[in-house]
């Protein structure tokens, strides 16, 4: 899956890579045997994921180089690491992982992949001490992904960029112009059988942002700097 290549290649160079919500230890078994990962952690709140993470792990001979630990998010994780990857759940979950953890993320990066709620997780990132420093699109069988990654840094982020992601709008891959592009033509084709005056008048501000990606014309909009 691209996705866990994405989610892997992110890794790249670390000494000891945390992934919370491993599934099957998929992103992990890929780090290390491809991306110079030294180490990793496959973490689960729950103990049948770990168990077939366990399976995966061993049948990829890189037990001695991976830990399995059972933890709530950061709870029961004491040992070092300098990424961690919170992937394939809800942005309003990695936000909660994230604040009951962050007496442990100091000089950490995290590569954060929301399947919803992305506005709402940037918003708390920005509030919170984070900087975004990369951000990635892309469709992996039919769904749509964005990538997020962050240390602990001062960022002064807009309403615009945290709804659409600084990078990804200074980047404008090819996927998310897909995804907007999509978006705009769905609600386009419904717009005139809207009859509520308040959603209404939402749907035409979501119209208006979608046509200014789609078409390069959100200058005014956002004052975020590559840097």
């Given at each position: 899956?691209q996705?866990?290549?994405?989610?892997?290649?992110?890794?790249?160079?670390?000494?000891?890579l945390?992934d919370?919500?491993?599934?099957?230890?998929?992103?992990?078994?890929?780090?290390?045997k491809?991306?110079d990962v030294?180490?990793?952690i496959?973490?689960?709140?729950?103990?049948?994921?770990?168990?077939?993470?366990?399976?995966?792990?061993?049948?990829?001979n890189?037990?001695?180089?991976?830990d399995?630990?059972?933890?709530d998010?950061?709870?029961n994780?004491?040992?070092?690491f300098?990424?961690?990857?919170i992937?394939?759940?809800?942005?309003l979950?990695?936000?909660?992982?994230?604040?009951?953890?962050l007496?442990?993320?100091?000089?950490?990066?995290?590569?954060?992949?929301?399947n919803?709620?992305?506005?709402e997780?940037?918003?708390?990132?920005?509030?919170?001490?984070?900087?975004?420093?990369d951000?990635?699109?892309?469709?992996?069988?039919?769904?749509?992904?964005?990538?997020?990654?962050?240390?602990?840094?001062?960022?002064?982020l807009?309403?615009?960029?945290?709804?659409?992601?600084?990078y990804?709008?200074?980047k404008?891959?090819e996927?998310?112009?897909?995804?907007?592009k999509?978006?705009?033509?769905?609600l386009?084709?419904?717009?005139?059988?809207?009859?509520?005056?308040?959603?209404?008048?939402?749907?035409?501000?979501?119209l208006n942002?979608?046509?200014?990606i789609?078409?390069?014309?959100?200058?005014?909009?956002?004052?975020?700097?590559?840097?």
């Open positions: 899956m996705r866990i290549e994405l989610l892997a290649s992110l890794s790249r160079g670390s000494n000891s945390l919370l919500g491993c599934d099957h230890a998929y992103v992990l078994i890929e780090a290390i491809k991306y030294k180490r990793g496959a973490s689960d709140i729950s103990s049948g994921p770990l168990k077939m993470a366990k399976e995966n792990i061993i049948k990829s890189l037990d001695d180089k991976i399995v630990i059972q933890s998010g950061f709870t994780i004491n040992l070092d300098d990424t961690c990857i992937a394939g759940m809800g942005g979950l990695i936000k909660d992982i994230i604040d009951k953890g007496n442990k993320l100091n000089n950490k990066k995290l590569i954060l992949e929301p919803n709620k992305q506005y997780l940037r918003k708390y990132l920005n509030q919170n001490g984070f900087k975004i420093i951000e990635y699109s892309l469709f992996d069988q039919q769904k749509y992904y964005e990538v997020i990654v962050v240390i602990k840094d001062k960022q002064d807009n309403e615009f960029e945290l709804k659409y992601g600084p990804l709008l200074l404008r891959e996927d998310f112009l897909k995804y907007y999509d978006k705009y033509n769905f386009n084709n419904i717009y005139n059988d809207i009859t509520d005056p308040i959603e209404r008048n939402n749907k035409k501000e979501l942002d979608y046509k200014a789609l078409e390069d014309n959100y200058g005014e909009k956002i004052h975020f700097k590559h840097n």
